[in-house]
């Protein structure tokens, strides 16, 4: 099943997909680069319709320490919740390489309808009139 015939396709007819939500820290790093933004474009290179990433005023983890954007408790460590959307076997494919990337946080997965995914036509580049 494709979302949309490619990712840069228009739009599609209803079709079942893959919800995948990933909540990290917003101080966790992959070779020194925040993580959310290493999964965003591993995501990307892997193909993947999109991703979204949220940063949260407030929460708490595993450790139940909680971490806030109040200017009482200034936090350096923001929950972060990343959101992918997909076809069950292209987000299957990207679960391993998501798996060995977060080393603290959580992964859940969720059966989706996708109701509409579609975009503005990709503009030309270059001196194209």
């Known amino acids: 099943m494709k979302i949309v015939g490619d990712v840069h ?9 893959k919800h995948l ?3 990290i820290g917003e101080s966790d790093r992959w070779h020194g680069k925040p993580l959310h933004m290493a999964i965003v ?11 979204t990433v949220t940063r949260g005023i407030e929460g708490f ?10 200017i009482l408790r200034l936090s ?6 990343i959101e992918i959307i997909d076809s069950a076997e292209r987000i299957a494919r990207f679960l391993p390489t998501l ?22 036509p990709l503009q030309q580049t270059g001196n194209t009139p």
């Not at 228009?10 to 079942?16: E, L, V």
């Not at 859940?108 to 995914?117: A, S």
């Open 41 to 51: 474009e591993r995501a990307r290179q892997e193909g993947l319709a999109g991703a």
């Open 99 to 120: 798996e060995a990337m977060v080393t603290e946080g959580l992964i859940t997965l969720q059966d989706c309808e996708i109701i509409k995914y579609a975009h503005a």
């Open 21 to 23: 939500s990933i909540f």
């Open 76 to 81: 350096e460590d923001l929950p972060i919740k």
């Open 9 to 17: 396709g228009a739009s599609a007819a209803r079709n079942s997909g």
């Open 61 to 70: 983890g595993a450790n139940s320490r909680i971490h806030t954007a109040s």
